[in-house]
């Protein structure tokens, strides 16, 4: 079981780009999750998934888009990238109804 | 999800127990307690969770009051690699479409050799 994994582990963007953040999970789980972790803060939730083809945001979705055509994939994408979404992304999964969630290692991603 | 709140900051010692603790007053009956670390630069790791019995896995034990309004994670020999921030949150379990976790700032935990 390779859990929960996240391509890239960094990224720098400049301003006004586009780009996709990865993430896969092998464990069947039907619920995934980003969240973002600005410095010295706590995690925030940007959008989240209860199965394929559904999807939902969370606190924070302004400027990200996902989709989620099967259960194993989660990608989060960043239409026109700004230094404010300058941060650590955070993909996590777990089964419906639990509070278990497992978590990547995260993205580091730095906007110009 | 009812609110909690942690202290800052913690330190430990190396070998002896660390007692985080946790205070979630508005918690309502349905609504388990959970607890989370994240040691530095990694993503958060599932520690132990209960609802109203006391509880003990192989990393902790999370004592719950008999109100509920409070709790504290006791890893029983802080090692150097505990040092981490430690999250307590509080939601509900069982079915529904929303299965977030609100994440506050935590605890950081230092244990001291």
């Given at each position: 079981?390779?859990g929960?994994?996240?391509?890239?582990?960094?990224?720098?963007?400049?301003?006004?780009?586009?780009?996709?953040?990865?993430?896969?999970?092998?464990?069947?789980?039907?619920?995934?999750?980003?969240?973002?972790?600005?410095?010295?803060?706590?995690?925030?939730?940007?959008?989240?998934?209860?199965?394929?083809?559904?999807?939902?945001q969370?606190?924070?979705?302004?400027?990200?888009?996902?989709?989620?055509?099967?259960?194993e994939?989660?990608?989060?994408?960043?239409?026109?990238?700004?230094?404010?979404?300058?941060?650590?992304y955070?993909?996590?999964?777990?089964?419906?109804?639990?509070?278990?969630q497992?978590?990547?290692?995260?993205?580091?991603?730095?906007?110009? | 999800?009812?609110?909690?709140?942690q202290?800052?900051?913690?330190?430990?010692?190396?070998?002896?127990?660390?007692?985080?603790?946790?205070?979630?007053?508005?918690?309502?009956g349905?609504?388990?307690?959970?607890?989370?670390?994240?040691?530095?630069?990694?993503?958060?790791?599932?520690?132990?969770?209960?609802?109203?019995?006391?509880?003990?896995?192989?990393?902790?034990?999370?004592?719950?009051?008999?109100?509920?309004?409070?709790?504290?994670?006791?890893?029983?020999?802080?090692?150097?690699?505990?040092?981490a921030?430690?999250?307590?949150?509080?939601?509900?379990?069982?079915?529904?479409?929303?299965?977030?976790?609100?994440?506050?700032?935590?605890t950081?935990?230092?244990?001291?050799?």
């Open positions: 079981n390779a929960v994994t996240q391509t890239p582990k960094f990224q720098v963007l400049k301003t006004g780009q586009s780009m996709t953040l990865q993430c896969a999970q092998d464990m069947n789980h039907e619920y995934m999750s980003w969240y973002r972790q600005d410095p010295g803060m706590g995690l925030r939730l940007i959008h989240y998934s209860v199965g394929a083809g559904i999807t939902d969370g606190e924070v979705p302004n400027g990200y888009n996902v989709s989620r055509s099967t259960t994939d989660f990608p989060l994408r960043l239409l026109s990238a700004a230094p404010s979404q300058t941060s650590v955070f993909c996590a999964s777990s089964y419906l109804g639990s509070g278990t497992y978590f990547g290692p995260g993205t580091r991603l730095t906007v110009l | 999800d009812a609110k909690t709140t202290p800052t900051s913690m330190d430990c010692a190396e070998g002896r127990a660390a007692n985080l603790p946790c205070n979630h007053s508005t918690i309502s349905n609504e388990y307690v959970y607890w989370y670390r994240q040691i530095h630069s990694q993503g958060p790791q599932y520690i132990i969770h209960g609802l109203k019995n006391n509880e003990t896995n192989e990393m902790a034990s999370l004592i719950i009051t008999e109100d509920r309004k409070s709790s504290t994670l006791i890893l029983p020999h802080a090692t150097l690699r505990d040092t921030v430690y999250y307590c949150i509080v939601r509900v379990g069982g079915g529904g479409s929303n299965y977030k976790l609100t994440f506050g700032k935590g950081l935990l230092t244990v001291n050799p």
